[in-house]
């Protein structure tokens, strides 16, 4: 009787492995299949300019709509949640974001309550005052805003004159059990779970043998069926990128009319070509104007940012080929436990530690072209837009996000495969095309970047669609030329 109950319960512990295995793979497989075969790109959706259409039922990027630069006839009142408010140069793309988009709005007329966390008043929180930005902080829970906090506040100014309009969140800035309740509210997803596994994936396969093996995976397959349980409590979803737009209708399964992509946007007055922005940082950081190839890193130099990959491809690079390391100049910008290990790779490297955002443009500008050798593939970085605005094209980890909206193709920028191999080709490849194709490629992955990445456009898109969350009647698009 023992023999057969233990069998019994081995055959069903086999069964459930199956089971949980395949779940896997129906999963993972589609997931690498539209990582490396993104969307269509954002830009090349045609629709009929002389036909009035519902915004709410547009599958494609906001950003190529053409709408009015006029200030709208109504004025919005606008609440937002927000994990945390940028200060000073201490912030993550979220918040830069959250920065970048509701100052644009304040600007444009529109009254901007933000409810965020704050360990105490900085004052940065008072460089807005007279922008129509009012800041409702809480001390924050578990690093998080305080929702009980933040709801209270929300509450009391919902019931004063005049009830908000529209509410946003900057991904789970405001929980689902809360938002449940705001059929006129909007969530932008700056990185969901799905859209993870792939690097997830990359971290596994790139793990060294002594180290063991993470339950990453397993855990953020979790993590994905809770978020397609909650996602439908939220009204409306910002993708941020082509990518997580197509994920949120085919795999969260959200209907598509409450899908809407608006690709990030980044200052186009601060991200520009600015050849004295770049002799003046140079001096200051005393790098030679020489006819050495530039190439630039930026941000914190971690592991999940790619840094030991470029690390190895470098270091290999400068011992099999001495004059690449004789006539490349390698800067990195941020700070990090990699910084130090630049540094002992000798050759032409300058670790200029962590900048400031006033010169990040200047860092661009310096450089012949940046690159990116993320291995999270978590919202559109606005790393990559920033350089291509500022006239330089970049190379990129083949991620979804940023190959399906950003570098979409070889003439604005270059892609690799997460391995050491991959990327050594790339950089070879750059090298042997020298400055004279990096600045072509640049100059078109700005006038692409123009007509879509701008905080301009992204303003815009956002306005409208707040406009459209209020007020159907504002639902109903036309081209506009002014």
């Not at 009012?134 to 578990?142: A, D, E, G, M």
């Not at 799905?194 to 953020?220: C, F, K, M, W």
């Amino acid at each position: 009787m023992a023999i057969k109950t233990q069998t019994k319960l081995t055959y069903i512990f086999r069964y459930c492995c199956y089971i949980l295995l395949l779940y896997t793979f129906s999963i993972i497989i589609p997931l690498l299949y539209s990582s490396y075969f993104p969307p269509t790109p954002p830009d090349s959706y045609t629709y009929n300019q002389n036909q009035p259409f519902d915004l709410l039922s547009f599958p494609s990027a906001w950003n190529q709509l053409a709408f009015s630069s006029k200030l709208p006839s109504r004025r919005l009142k606008i609440a937002l949640f927000v994990k945390r408010w940028p200060e000073k140069n201490r912030a993550g793309g979220m918040e830069r974001h959250a920065l970048t988009l509701h100052l644009a709005l304040a600007k444009r007329g529109h009254e901007l309550h933000v409810f965020t966390a704050s360990l105490s008043p900085s004052s940065s929180f008072f460089e807005y005052s007279g922008t129509n930005m009012y800041f409702h902080l809480s001390k924050p829970v578990n690093g998080f805003l305080d929702q009980d906090t933040a709801w209270e506040q929300f509450l009391q100014q919902n019931r004063t004159v005049k009830p908000f309009d529209v509410v946003h969140s900057e991904s789970v800035g405001l929980f689902h059990t809360r938002a449940e309740k705001l059929p006129n509210l909007a969530v932008s997803w700056h990185g969901i779970g799905y859209e993870a596994i792939h690097g997830d994936i990359i971290q596994e396969l790139l793990r060294s043998p002594h180290e063991g093996q993470s339950q990453a995976l397993v855990n953020r397959i979790s993590r994905v069926v809770d978020e397609v349980r909650f996602f439908p409590s939220y009204s409306h979803h910002v993708a941020t990128s082509n990518h997580v737009g197509d994920i949120l209708k085919r795999v969260y399964m959200i209907p598509d009319e409450r899908v809407h992509i608006i690709l990030n946007g980044v200052d186009e007055e601060i991200f520009k070509p600015d050849p004295v922005g770049a002799l003046s940082f140079r001096r200051k950081f005393g790098i030679p104007n020489s006819n050495l190839l530039v190439l630039g890193l930026a941000g914190r130099l971690v592991k999940d940012k790619g840094h030991p990959l470029i690390f190895e491809a470098l270091k290999q690079m400068f011992k099999e080929n001495p004059s690449f390391k004789d006539n490349v100049m390698i800067l990195v910008a941020g700070d990090g436990p990699w910084g130090q290990r630049y540094k002992d790779l000798g050759g032409n490297i300058r670790v200029l530690g962590a900048l400031d955002r006033a010169q990040v443009a200047s860092f661009y500008n310096s450089i012949d072209i940046f690159l990116h050798p993320t291995l999270r593939d978590m919202g559109l970085d606005q790393t990559v837009i920033e350089a291509t605005l500022c006239s330089k094209p970049v190379l990129v980890t083949r991620v979804a996000s940023i190959t399906g909206s950003v570098i979409i193709g070889p003439e604005v920028g270059y892609t690799f495969s997460p391995t050491v191999k991959s990327l050594k080709r790339a950089l070879y490849q750059v090298w042997e095309d020298g400055r004279y194709v990096l600045h072509k490629k640049g100059k078109a992955a700005r006038e692409r970047g123009m007509k879509l990445f701008t905080a301009t456009k992204m303003a815009a898109a956002y306005e409208r669609l707040f406009l459209c969350i209020s007020d159907n009647n504002d639902c109903l698009y036309q081209s506009s030329t002014g």
